[in-house]
Each structure stands twice: as C-alpha cells, then as structure tokens.
C-alpha cells in the first residue's frame, strides 16, 4: 500500500469555503495526538522512517466532549522512506490497537523510546477520489493535506497528477508544497 500525498500551507477558512462551492462532503472531524518513537536499533530520522502511536478522538464541531471522549481510538503506524522528490508518498503499514497504553508500554519495553508528540486538529473531507485534511497543528501553522491510497508502486504517478489538478481546482498550488512532516516541522523549530 503506497499513500501519494501532497501537503500545501493554506488558509483553512478560504479553503473550507473553496470545498464548499466544489460539492466536496464533510466526512469528519477529530482530534489527533500523535506520539512519535525512536528505535534502539536505528536513527529513523536519518533513514527517513517513522514509528507512531495516534490517539485520535472525534469532535463535535471543532470541539471534544466527554460523550466524543468515549469513542477515542488508537492506531499503531510505520511509515517507510519518502520513494520520490514529488510529492509525501512513502509505503504505509498501519493498524488499531485496543489499548493505546499498553502498546506504548511494549515498545518501551523494547527500548523504543517516545522522540515528539504532534497534536492537531483535522476536518477531513472527501473531494474528486481523495481525503483533504484541513490541518490546524499546535506550535505550526494551518496545512491541507490531500491524498490517495493506492496499491501498486505503478499507481503512484497518476495518483500524484490527478492531486495537483484537484489541489489547483480548489485555489491552492501544488509548487507550494511541504515535504517535511508535522514532526519534522516542529523539530525543526525547537532548533531556531
């Protein structure tokens, strides 16, 4: 499975809007709270490779609550060496777990250690084939992310075109784009 994504900075209201006038539906909103580790075998960052923890709870117009609070999930996710210098698209291996905790304790337990933690607030939607993600991430500013999952390598260049198109359909433009995760934007800013 290869996850073909682009990630442009954008003005979420402007760009809520743009959905809007183009048909796009609404599918969902939550807050995510991503915990990301370090291996004790390997420097990740220097093989471009992330190990993450998300905890993601749904929220009820931009606003968690004790009812939404119960319907937190969590997701155990391995995301492989960006393949090309185009666009975020990298091999993806992800899955729920039932306990969040407990996983994290397991990795603990076999020296992976947590590096960062990214918490954001995402409004997702679906457009044209793709998810657009609405992005407000805490201590960075406002992203949209747009992207496809597709199953063979061979998919990813059509898969990347038809994101550039539907992002230049909805006002932004694909030359403006973020090769950097949210993690690495963080970092990145901590060193300043």
């Given at each position: 499975?290869?996850?073909?994504?682009?990630?442009?900075?954008?003005?979420?209201?402007?760009?809520r809007?743009?959905?809007?006038?183009?048909?796009?539906?609404?599918?969902?909103?939550?807050?995510?709270?991503?915990?990301?580790?370090?291996?004790?075998?390997r420097?990740?960052s220097?093989?471009?490779?992330?190990?993450?923890?998300?905890?993601?709870?749904?929220?009820?117009?931009?606003?968690?609550?004790?009812?939404?609070?119960r319907?937190?999930?969590?997701?155990?996710?391995?995301?492989?060496?960006?393949?090309?210098?185009?666009s975020?698209?990298?091999?993806?291996?992800?899955?729920?777990?039932?306990?969040?905790?407990?996983?994290?304790?397991?990795?603990?337990?076999?020296?992976?250690?947590?590096?960062?933690?990214?918490?954001?607030?995402?409004?997702?939607?679906?457009?044209?084939?793709?998810?657009?993600?609405?992005?407000?991430?805490?201590?960075?500013?406002?992203?949209?992310?747009?992207?496809?999952e597709?199953?063979?390598?061979?998919?990813?260049?059509?898969a990347?075109?038809?994101?550039?198109?539907?992002?230049?359909?909805?006002?932004?433009d694909?030359?403006?784009?973020?090769?950097?995760?949210?993690?690495?934007?963080?970092?990145?800013?901590?060193?300043?």
């Amino acid at each position: 499975m290869y996850e073909v994504e682009i990630k442009v900075p954008a003005d979420l209201d402007a760009t809520r809007e743009r959905l809007r006038e183009v048909s796009a539906e609404r599918v969902a909103a939550r807050l995510q709270r991503d915990t990301y580790y370090d291996a004790p075998h390997r420097e990740f960052s220097e093989t471009d490779e992330a190990l993450r923890i998300r905890r993601e709870t749904p929220l009820s117009d931009g606003v968690s609550s004790a009812e939404t609070d119960r319907d937190a999930s969590a997701t155990v996710t391995y995301k492989g060496p960006l393949l090309d210098d185009a666009s975020k698209t990298r091999a993806e291996h992800e899955t729920g777990v039932d306990d969040g905790e407990a996983l994290a304790a397991a990795l603990s337990g076999l020296g992976f250690e947590p590096a960062a933690t990214v918490e954001k607030r995402r409004e997702f939607w679906s457009y044209d084939g793709f998810t657009v993600t609405l992005d407000a991430v805490t201590g960075l500013d406002e992203y949209v992310e747009i992207e496809r999952e597709v199953d063979e390598e061979r998919e990813v260049d059509a898969a990347r075109e038809a994101a550039v198109e539907a992002l230049d359909r909805l006002g932004l433009d694909a030359d403006d784009q973020v090769r950097t995760s949210y993690l690495g934007l963080l970092l990145a800013g901590e060193d300043d």
